[in-house]
């Protein structure tokens, strides 16, 4: 399921046409249809208009699987779409300096080893230069970041 061992483990993408042919995904909060392409008005089955928006439909499926392992026991504190500051420290003062922002997809706590997971989901394992780069600088900041896939 998931693929640690640092960034170098990623895939690299050449180009950003991957996120181009991603079909975005919308959950219905209400009975869970999937609805894909466009966000629709009111949910087909049931009428609701409030939606779970995913940029692909392996980061839906992630979420599923994420949220029954949280029904279970296995994890908690499930969130999407976690900003994390990058930071830098001053030449002259020696202070942190916030120079950008990661955002995570995916971040729980494992009930089991108490530890923190910050994950990334891409489609095969395809990330940007840009992507790849703020992964390693969180990593930098001693935060794992693990590849779901």
């Known amino acids: 399921m998931a693929k640690s061992g640092g960034w170098k483990g990623f895939g690299r993408s050449t180009d950003q046409t991957f996120a181009q042919h991603a079909i975005k995904v919308f959950i219905c909060r209400g009975c869970g249809a999937w609805h894909e392409r466009v966000k629709p008005a009111a949910c ?14 392996g980061e839906a499926k992630a979420w599923m699987r994420l949220r029954l392992r949280e029904e279970r026991g296995e994890i908690e504190s499930l969130e999407r779409q976690v900003r994390i500051p990058l930071l830098t420290v001053h030449h002259r003062t020696g202070k942190p300096v916030a120079w950008g922002n990661y955002i995570a997809d995916f971040r729980w706590r494992d009930v089991q080893t108490g530890e923190t997971v910050v994950a ?30």
Not at 44 to 57: I, K, L, N, T, V
Not at 123 to 149: D, F, H, N, W
Request: hydrophobic content about 30%; charged content about 25%.
């Open 44 to 57: 087909s089955a049931c009428g609701r208009m409030d939606y779970d928006e995913f940029p692909s439909r």
């Open 120 to 149: 990334e989901c891409k489609p095969g394992g395809q990330m940007t230069y840009e992507s790849q780069l703020k992964v390693r600088c969180v990593e930098a900041m001693g935060i794992p970041v693990t590849m779901l896939t």
